[in-house]
């Protein structure tokens, strides 16, 4: 369970899987340039910050991880939650929460918590899902249209008033560079499907802003050079009241690299016919974490869009993803001065088309026409991602979905009552057509679903709804496959208002949970040995005998 992938693969590797996974490698590390950059832009941080990412987190993914062909990095549903760190913290909390973050996946993956983490709930995933590209779009907007606008505020309302606002300072140079960089990504796999369409873009854009000394904004007018070394591993100081402040966005960066550095190996499972270690991944995951932040990186997890150009160009083990990192180390260390010329007008046009297939507005519109309960949850995931902030919106979301499921398994639990007849037991060895007479004075209740803390109140909403009272009650609970505290404590408040009022109480067809817990709870002693049966026949027969 908690053996690195890269050791499994090695032990039959060969020099044709090498040469695959270098060409597969190469390809996803220059794929994974130009996104670096943008999301660490888009995310308030320096170009170096999402290289840096790329190299380190990206490196560890590969050594650790518990898939064969899992690319990690800097991704598009971290921008939000790490520009709203670096506004309120600044550089150094960030690099804490991603710290705390990482310690955090550690824990998560010892706990085992790598097969639990795959229950969130669909609606919840695709309203903050939709809600972020929503926000990296607007993120964008001043770039994409070259606004002179100094400072951009993070509420979402306000951003856009200020956008209106400054309308007239439309650049039309960077807003024909955006266009023809969505032009480009949108046209060029026509064209080849090796080299990716955001790097041709930036070579293009890049080109033309320095040829012609067109009057835009490049990396290197906003950023000045990058340096052509790693920085040394540092973290700064950490006390109670830090970790308290950053707990909740660093819990929140730990499961938002959860959810998609899982979704992600799920996804590549179904390209390679694969099965990876969730829990290994999770480690992984936190580790890569917690050296992106020693070298002053940012969050990193599993990105889908690179994993899946890494199996689409051969590579099948983690020597691809470390080929990756060394790649994008190598362009960092020679190349630095040529990042400075790419224009902002082109990166803004690549995350507005990331942003476009982020949204999964096919899945937010199936969701739309499907449940109520659904509905609601998508779209209070969406508006509070947007509104207020994604922690909230994944917090709400998971809520929600829970009363919801409550709700719907207490609706699925019902109690049915039988005064004249009933059939027989499928497993007791009577006829299925059989049916047995029930004697005046006796009352069936026939319990059918889990009884749990959303449907104990059942018992006293039956209780309640009859007029008279039976001498004998047997309860039935053949479709009951489990009951939890709650249901114990109704269950056993059923049979003192039983013994109350001198109504005999039998229990029959109980399963080996529900069993368990009559016996831990003392209901078994209480309503005496000889008044639990295994079969709806024997239990009659008993309430005969007291009539």
Known sequence: MFVPKLFTTLKDYSRESFFKDLTAGIIVGIVAIPLAIAFAIASGVSPQNGLITAIVAGFLVSVLGGSRVQIGGPTGAFIVIVYGIVQKYGNEGLII??????????VMGLAKFGTIIKFIPHSVIVGFTSGIAL????SQVKDFLGLSIDTIPADFIEKWKLFIVNLHTVNYWAVLLSLLTVLIIVIWPKVSRELPGGLVAIIVTSFLVSFFNLPVETIGSRFGSL???????????????VIRELFQ???????????ESLLSAVVADGMIGGKHRSNMELVAQGVS????????????????????????NGGRTPIAGIVHAITVLIVLLLFGKLITKVPFACLAGILVVIAYYMSEWRSFRE??????GGKIILLSTFFVTIFIDLPSAIELGVILSAFLFMKRMSDATTIQIYAKEIESDDNNGEELSAKFVIPDGVQVYEVNGPLFFG???????IDLSLSGKPKVRILRFRNVPLIDSTGMHALKCFYQKCKRSGIRLIITGLHVQPLNEVVKSNLYDLI????????????????KSYL
């Open 97 to 106: 929460a991603t710290f705390i973050a990482g310690i955090l996946l550690i």
């Open 249 to 259: 966005p660093a819990f929140t960066i730990a499961l938002l690299g959860a959810i």
């Open 367 to 372: 969701l739309l026409n499907g449940s109520k």
């Open 227 to 241: 340096p052509h070394s790693l920085p040394v591993p540092h973290l700064p100081r950490i006390d109670m009241q």
């Open 135 to 138: 926000i990296i779009f607007s």
């Open 455 to 461: 449907a104990a109140n059942h018992f006293d909403e």
């Open 289 to 312: 974490n917690i050296g992106s932040a020693l070298f002053g990186g940012m969050p990193a997890t599993g990105a889908i869009a690179r994993t899946v150009t890494n199996i689409r």
């Open 528 to 543: 005496g040995e000889d008044n639990v049966f295994s079969s709806m026949k024997e239990s009659i027969e008993k309430a």
